[in-house]
């Protein structure tokens, strides 16, 4: 072996053994504790269903602007002379309740599709060459990446949701802003708020729920996953 090949070979090795480190301290002590510190973040007053009530008087249509002589039509018929107004500065408020559970649970989303995909290389760094017979070991590998696959199914899927929420909200308010006096638009606001507030504490609770099954599938078939063919039955052939 020519010594940039031996390198090289040295490189991978290294990695590898790095890569099952992190995959199995992420295993071992990441997963049970974020399990611990979701458990409790769901009994913060914050994430209580009872908060659903607040969600109505945390949403304002009341603009903020720094230059309140400074108009801008919105709304204007060439036939009528009156016009719908608002600051051209002006600034409409996010729902401060639904902002201050996103702030709490976005990045425990991030920091879950960052685990996953240390565990996912580990498994398939993990999975032997392909022989016949004897894959029941690799038969659990891929059932645990299936369920790394819906992990990040989900906790992307909470990320898209939160996005699509933002855009429907301020086209919404926009709405709102422009017909003041249609009630309706307000009440979508309002429901629209109220029904971001419940996803987000569903989808608190489903990240807890990913980290304790992840958790509990890999730990009953860690032996497997680290060795998915057993020495004895290679030792047969």
Known sequence: MSKNNKESSDDITNLRNDISKKALTIITE???????????????????????????????????????????????????????????????PSNQLVLSVLEKLKPELLHFIDCLNSIKIWIHLNIPRIEDGNNFGVSVQEEALNEIGRGEESSFGSLDTITKYFVTRAKLVCKQMKYPGVQDYAESVYALDEKAYVDLRLATKDLRNNHAILYDMIRKNLEKIMKPRSSHTQAMF
């Open 30 to 92: 990441v997963l049970p504790a974020k399990c611990e510190e979701l458990t409790k973040l769901l009994e913060d007053p914050l994430f209580h269903f009872s908060q659903v009530t607040r969600v109505r008087a945390s949403t304002s249509f009341q603009p903020t602007d720094t230059e309140s002589n400074k108009k801008r039509k919105l709304d204007q018929d060439s036939s009528v002379t009156t016009s719908t107004t608002v600051a051209s500065d002006a600034q409409i």
